[in-house]
């Protein structure tokens, strides 16, 4: 090649490549994406061998479960501090609490008539968890979890996996609840406007002094979603799990007002969970209305499911916890159903395995650039 036409090819050269920029140079070292998420836990309290067993995991962030009731004042702030000094004293961060309003089901919870919709008697309970939201925030305490159901959580048998050397997962089967011919509550037929009736009784009277002592109100997700009228009570997130999340949502433009978000319930409502998970966790995500995380997978969705290891379900959690990320959710990831077999520490051993999951998920997340 003539010298002439060699500097033109050379020239020819350096020009596309500059027009076509980092292409053709040395890629930059792009930045992790931020990751603001924690495993968590809701399980044990704050007894010295529960938080010894957490800080041997590596779970420095707790829902303490709730401090002493005072019949007919609501919690014990005395009580609420010694918690927290418990978990500080293993570096333990005590980020949440339960309200006394859970998933028991309406014949054992201790303040009923709130979803009973049972006046004057509620207002005098709806006093007593307004007290409740003051002594969390006098401890630090910033995240109430808590349930607005009439029916407990509902299942209708376990199943057994001889691949995960005979673990045992609770399952529901609506067709099988329906052979079961269970009775009504004491609360009759609830229908689903009689619901968000009771629930936006509690939530006027409530969010105000949420917001003025800056503690917000995790609201989980009825588990699980079921067809209208079953056992006379129409859920508030039935039939459609998503149009019930977006209606309890919107109720309220408020930073106090969100989701203890339970993934494995949400998709016990879906008929593909594996993919109509994600344009859920977007919605509220963007909304800022997830507060807390139950990390739950599942076998199956909609009237027939089995709760499973995190691994071995039918949705992708590296994937959900990529979604979580993606909107930012800053606070804790915690397994709450774990499967049982005939060990007598199986429990222990499920939840283990569960926080190494969660923390290995975390890990990868985090190391994922931008």
């Not at 707790?62 to 500080?88: M, N, T």
């Not at 709130?114 to 207002?123: C, T």
């Not at 076998?299 to 994937?319: A, S």
């Not at 990320?325 to 159903?337: A, K, W």
Request: aromatic content about 10%; proline content about 6%; hydrophobic content about 35%.
């Amino acid at each position: 090649m003539k010298r002439e036409k060699f500097i033109k090819v050379i020239v020819a050269g350096s020009v596309g490549a500059a027009a076509l920029g980092p292409t053709f140079s040395r890629a930059e070292p792009q930045a992790p994406r931020k990751v603001l998420m924690k495993v968590g836990c809701q399980s044990g309290g704050t007894s010295v061998e529960n938080l010894e067993f957490k800080a041997r995991h590596g779970v420095y962030n707790l829902d303490g479960g709730a401090p002493r009731i005072i019949p007919g004042k609501g919690w014990d702030l005395e009580d609420s501090l010694r918690k927290r000094e418990a978990c500080e004293k293993y570096g333990i961060s005590l980020d949440a609490y339960h309200w006394p309003l859970t998933s028991a089901g309406i014949d054992k919870v201790e303040y009923p008539n709130i979803m009973l919709g049972k006046s004057p008697e509620r207002d005098r309970e709806i006093e007593i968890l307004q007290q409740m939201i003051q002594v969390a925030a006098k401890t630090g305490v910033h995240l109430l979890n808590y349930n607005t159901t009439i029916l407990p959580v509902l299942r209708t048998g376990r199943t057994i996996d001889p691949k995960r050397g005979n673990a045992s997962y609770s399952t529901w089967n609506y067709e099988e609840a329906l052979k079961q011919n269970a009775p009504k509550t004491v609360a009759g037929d609830v229908s689903i406007e009689q619901m968000f009736e009771r629930i936006t009784y509690l939530l006027d009277r409530v969010l105000p002094v949420a917001k003025e002592y800056k503690v917000k109100l995790a609201n989980h997700i009825a588990d699980p979603p079921a067809p209208v009228g079953y056992r006379g009570i129409t859920r508030w997130n039935s039939p459609d799990v998503f149009a019930g999340i977006k209606r309890f949502a919107q109720l309220y433009d408020n930073e106090y007002h969100g989701f203890n978000f339970c993934i494995g319930s949400i998709a016990e409502g879906l008929k593909d969970p594996k993919t109509e998970i994600f344009p859920i966790i977007k919605w509220v995500g963007e909304r800022k209305q997830i507060f807390n995380i139950h990390l739950r997978n599942i076998k199956g969705g909609w009237n027939n499911f089995q709760e499973v290891y995190p691994d071995n379900g039918d949705m992708n959690f590296l994937q959900v916890m990529r979604a979580l990320r993606d909107v930012g959710f800053s606070g804790m990831v915690m397994p709450d159903h774990v499967p049982t077999h005939a060990d007598t520490s199986s429990s222990g051993q499920a939840f283990s395995f569960s926080y190494g999951y969660i923390k290995g998920l975390l890990q990868a997340v985090s190391d994922e650039v931008a």
